[in-house]
T-cell receptor, first 115, second 118 residues
Framework: DGGITQSPKYLFRKEGQNVTLSCEQN?????MYWYRQDPGQGLRLIYY???????QKGDIAEGYSVSREKKESFPLTVTSAQKNPTAFYLC??????????????FGPGTRLTVL | AQKVTQAQTEISVVEKEDVTLDCVYE???????LFWYKQPPSGELVFLIR??????QNEISGRYSWNFQKSTSSFNFTITASQVVDSAVYFC???????????????FGKGTLLTVNP
C-alpha cells in the first residue's frame, strides 16, 4: 500500500538530547513537510522540501534540522536548542510543492515527550 | 490575525443529529484553495475535501457536505445524521501564496473537536 510512515509512534528523551524522527513515503511525491501540533492548536510548519537535497525553513524552524538525501525520506532532528520540544510531530507529502492546491497527505505522527 | 478561524473549539452532539463546523478564512489572493481534514484519536490527518476559489458549488459526499461562500469568506462543513465514528478533531486549511510571493503555504485553523455521543 502507498503511504507515509513515521517512526516511532511514541518517543521519550531526556532534556538536552538530540532526537531524530523518521518519515518515509512511497507515494513518489516530490515534496515533503514537517509540522508540529500542540494541544488545542493547529499545525505549524517546521521545514519543507520541494526536491532532493533542498529544503526551506517554515514558520518555526529554530531548534530543528532536516535532511533530504533521498526522495522518499525526510528525517527531522529535534536539537537541544529547541526550547519546548514536547509535541506531536506530523510528516506530510504532496506530489509537488509549487502547485497551488496540491493536496498534502499525512503520516500517523510521532508523539515526542522530553523528560 | 488568524488567517483561518474555526470559532467552535468543541462541539458535542448526540448520534443522528446534524452538525455544522464553521470555517472563516482571510486572504487577499483571488486564487486559493480550501481544505478540510479529519484527525481521529489515532492522530493521523485524513484528507476530506479540496475546493478552489472559483468553484462555489456546494459539494456532497455521503453524509458530508460543504458550503463555500466567497461573499462571507466561509467554508462550512456539515455532517448529517452524525455517528460515533465521526468523533474527531476537524481542521480547515487555506492554501495561498506566502507573503514572499514565491511559495505556496498551507495555513491551518486551530481545529474543532467534535464528540458524537451514543
Amino acid at each position: 500500500d502507498g503511504g507515509i510512515t513515521q517512526s516511532p509512534k511514541y518517543l521519550f528523551r531526556k532534556e538536552g538530547q538530540n532526537v531524530t524522527l523518521s518519515c518515509e513515503q512511497n507515494l513518489n511525491h516530490d515534496a515533503m513537510y514537517w509540522y508540529r501540533q500542540d494541544p488545542g492548536q493547529g499545525l505549524r510548519l517546521i521545514y519543507y522540501s520541494q526536491i532532493v537535497n533542498d529544503f526551506q525553513k517554515g514558520d518555526i524552524a529554530e531548534g530543528y534540522s532536516v535532511s533530504r538525501e533521498k526522495k522518499e525520506s525526510f528525517p527531522l532532528t529535534v536539537t537541544s536548542a529547541q526550547k519546548n520540544p514536547t509535541a506531536f510531530y506530523l510528516c506530510a507529502s504532496s506530489r509537488v510543492a509549487d502547485l497551488l492546491g496540491d493536496t498534502q497527505y499525512f503520516g500517523p505522527g510521532t508523539r515526542l515527550t522530553v523528560l | 490575525a488568524q488567517k483561518v478561524t474555526q470559532a467552535q473549539t468543541e462541539i458535542s452532539v448526540v448520534e443522528k443529529e446534524d452538525v455544522t463546523l464553521d470555517c472563516v478564512y482571510e486572504t487577499r489572493d483571488t486564487t486559493y484553495y480550501l481544505f478540510w481534514y479529519k484527525q481521529p484519536p489515532s492522530g493521523e490527518l485524513v484528507f476530506l475535501i479540496r475546493r478552489n476559489s472559483f468553484d462555489e458549488q456546494n459539494e456532497i459526499s455521503g453524509r458530508y457536505s460543504w458550503n463555500f461562500q466567497k461573499s462571507t469568506s466561509s467554508f462550512n462543513f456539515t455532517i448529517t445524521a452524525s455517528q460515533v465514528v465521526d468523533s474527531a478533531v476537524y481542521f480547515c486549511a487555506l492554501s495561498e501564496l506566502d507573503s514572499g510571493g514565491s511559495n505556496y503555504k498551507l495555513t491551518f485553523g486551530k481545529g474543532t473537536l467534535l464528540t458524537v455521543n451514543p
